[in-house]
């Protein structure tokens, strides 16, 4: 996986210092792998199974990969795209689905994953996931009772879901309302995120004084620590807790100093009510702390509010948090170029900062101004080598090096999957780039984090596997963690996440912003808006609503090489 949280290339000397502090939880990353915590040991894609322990990380899995090649034809759900406009479209533009027409029979999600079947029976093969709070469509009828005493219902646009612990009928059913806060596909980041910067508890409720004194003895002694850190402290990205509120709110000092309470406080944490327990956390009626955050957690929160001039966060899966002991994450504003509208071939993407644009004096190269970090630029098909580097020139006169930025050519033998019209990525591990294409098209390019370890062998190292894949199963978001003893972390709701082969998937990274460098530890690292745009656009599709799909043996191509 990959480096601490760096928004800009000109970042502040305090905000380096946060990304220094945090090199820890990058060297821990040391393994491609997805949860096997309680919230969300069901996340785990079928496609996936049998995955080793990726270099430590936790892998587990719902089927083998030999009873996925070999299921019935019956349990594939059908292929393509959803008819309309894409979801979110490789120019990133949004087209929220229309909402389900009043008064159809619908069915909620009561878990953090809801498995949807192929057939109505629970030996079938899962080819979707639904998300707590999720309301789909369904039809009227049961539809079976195979493996599932409350029935299978048929949803909408297919597959059975059981109504039972993981599912409702009632749509007004308490974990239904409290997670009623969806996704957010129209945004790079679907939630609100942050990283740990100091550890402490998670509670079920909103904490009372007499709580704070036995859960948080040395609070007053924390706080004063946030309120002077500039780094991630109180003054710090008070603008990602307020993502979903449209009124103004006080700055975090002056909060806590009038020690001001939110009017709309989550109706599930009124009154001294605890949250529904969404989370498994809770074990005991009286429960008050159910956990513990530590210096190794990436989380997402779909609330944020004040109680008594302290923030508090609320999880996805409905854990009451502290929002001081994080930092909050806004991730990379890097993002691609669509071929073809945003730039032609040849181009190339910068991928390191500090390039330089030099122009040509006599025998020499002078420096000819600062090359823009990240930018595409414009070439002209020349290239020459000057000092012995090899430099391209650019279309405006100048010339670039290979070092900070990489040509970008079409493929120069279309594979098969192309000639058939197929969509497929093809991604450069030497280049750092990705390259997207809509059969012998290019529409869309690129830059990456793969594996540190480049090109070395996957099997004993951090590089990323190279081959010839299928993308099989995809979510929404995914948690990603390892319990190797050194190396523990936790980075939930990881986004846009798609599997292609064993532990190994393409994703969105909100802790890092070094995209063109290998810094992953086997992942292919996308920018957020990167992993927004291409999930949407690739194979097997997540109908609206759902949080994750899968399909064998059909889905898009990742051709990975040198």
């Known amino acids: 996986m990959d480096t601490p949280p760096r928004t800009r290339a000109a970042a502040t000397l305090a905000a380096s210092r946060h990304a220094l502090a945090l090199l820890a939880l990058a060297a821990s990353l040391s393994g491609c ?130 109504v039972g612990p993981d599912a409702t009928l009632d749509v007004d059913h308490e974990i239904v309302r409290a997670a009623a806060r969806r996704p957010d596909v129209t945004h790079k980041l679907p939630y609100m995120y942050g990283t740990v910067t100091r550890g402490g508890p998670a509670y079920a409720r909103i904490p009372t004084e007499d709580d704070l004194a036995r859960f ?49 406080i989550p109706w599930f944490l009124r009154d001294g009510r605890r949250a529904p327990n969404l989370s498994g956390l809770i ?32 999880t996805t899966d409905l854990r009451v948090v502290p929002a001081d002991r994080f930092r909050p994450i806004r991730g990379s504003e890097f993002h691609g170029v669509e071929i073809g509208k945003d730039v032609d071939f040849p181009f190339a993407l910068v991928r390191r900062a500090g390039g330089k644009r030099w122009r040509v004096a006599g025998k020499k190269l002078v420096e000819g101004g600062e090359l823009e970090w990240r930018s595409a630029v414009p070439l002209t098909g020349k290239q020459q080598f000057f000092g012995g580097k090899l430099h391209y020139e650019t279309k ?119 995209f063109g460098r290998p810094k992953s530890h086997g992942c292919i690292n996308l920018s957020p808006e990167d992993a927004r745009r291409l999930f949407f656009w690739t194979e097997p599709a997540v109908p609206p609503g759902w949080h994750g799909a899968a399909r064998s043996l059909t889905g898009t191509v990742v051709f990975v090489h040198p």
């Not at 159809?104 to 109505?120: D, G, K, N």
């Not at 039809?139 to 195979?146: K, L, Q, R, S, Y």
């Not at 005991?284 to 509010?305: C, L, Q, Y």
């Open 33 to 162: 792998g997805r949860s096997g915590t309680a919230a969300d040991a069901t996340t785990e894609p079928p496609g996936a199974a049998g995955a080793q322990k990726a270099q430590g990380a936790s892998v587990a899995a719902l089927a083998s990969p030999a009873a996925v090649a070999s299921a019935p034809a019956e349990d594939e759900p059908p292929p393509g795209q959803p008819q309309g406009p894409p979801i979110v479209s490789l120019g990133g533009v949004a087209t929220p689905p229309p909402p389900i027409p009043e008064g159809r029979p619908r069915l909620a999600s009561t878990a953090m994953i809801t498995r949807v079947y192929a057939r109505p029976s629970s030996d079938a093969k899962p080819v979707g996931f639904l998300r707590a709070g999720a309301i789909v469509e369904v039809d009227p009828e049961p539809a079976g009772t195979a493996g599932c005493p409350g029935g299978f219902r048929k949803i909408k646009p297919f597959g059975y879901v059981c």
């Open 216 to 264: 948080e003895p040395n609070l007053k002694k924390h706080l004063d620590r946030w309120a002077k850190d500039e780094e991630s402290g109180a003054t710090y990205g008070l603008d990602v807790w307020l993502k979903w509120r449209a009124e103004p709110a006080p700055t975090a000092l002056d909060a806590l100093a009038q020690r001001i309470t939110d009017r709309e």
């Open 396 to 514: 405006d006169g100048d010339w670039v090096d290979d070092r900070h930025a990489g040509r970008i050519d079409p493929a120069k033998k279309m594979p098969a999957w192309g000639k058939n019209g197929e969509k497929w990525l093809d991604v450069n591990i030497t280049k750092q780039v990705l390259v997207a294409y809509e059969g012998t098209k290019p529409v869309y390019a690129t830059l990456i984090s793969s594996g540190e370890a480049g090109l070395a062998d996957h099997e004993s190292s951090t590089a990323t596997k190279r081959g010839i894949f299928r993308i099989h199963t995809k979510f929404v978001t995914s948690t990603m963690d390892s319990d190797t003893v050194g190396e523990e972390f936790e980075l939930r709701d990881v986004p846009y996440v798609q599997y292609f082969e064993e532990g190994y998937a393409l994703h969105g990274a909100y802790w890092h912003d070094k």
């Open 283 to 314: 074990k005991t009626e009286d429960a008050v702390k159910i956990d513990e955050v530590s210096r190794r957690n990436g989380m997402a929160f779909i609330e944020s509010f004040l109680h008594e001039g302290r923030r508090y966060n609320v």
